[in-house]
């Protein structure tokens, strides 16, 4: 007989797999230079795990308001928490706030998705973290 822990075998739906997940949503300004996205892992995280990761624009666009980030993770045995560092774009033009995401994807087999995507809101208003850029005069 084959005994599932993943949720998927007939008898019930215990699932003991690690959960990864992302923070809530932020808002940073632009002079910050980056901004950087938490994947935390909770639950089993006794072995190793693995998940993909790529920038998705939303009002902003990668090339000009942020820099494309994509690959994976790798969360040793033990490790509860990895960052994504993606560069924004400081200029000088005003364009309100403009947001991105990072979405999560392709957990490996001993692990699942919790929260998966987590939008960055960039700010040229000389509000939100990491600095006092304002481009509205």
Known sequence: ATVADD?????????DRAVLNLGT???????A??????????????GSSTVSYTT?????TAGSDYTAASGSLTFAAG?????ITVSVTNDSVFEGTEAF???????SANAKLGDS?????????GTGAGGTDDDRA
Not at 25 to 31: G, I, K, L, S, V
Not at 33 to 46: C, Y
Not at 79 to 83: G, H, Y
Not at 101 to 107: N, R
């Open 101 to 107: 995401s990072v979405q999560i994807s392709a957990p």
């Open 7 to 15: 949720g998927t075998g007939a008898g019930g739906t215990d699932d």
């Open 33 to 46: 230079g980056t901004v950087v996205f938490t994947v935390t892992r909770s639950g089993d995280t006794t």
């Open 56 to 60: 998705v624009n939303g009002t902003a």
């Open 117 to 125: 995507t987590q939008v960055a809101t960039v700010a040229d208003d």
């Open 25 to 31: 949503d932020f808002t940073a300004n632009e002079a």
């Open 79 to 83: 490790e509860t928490a990895k960052t």
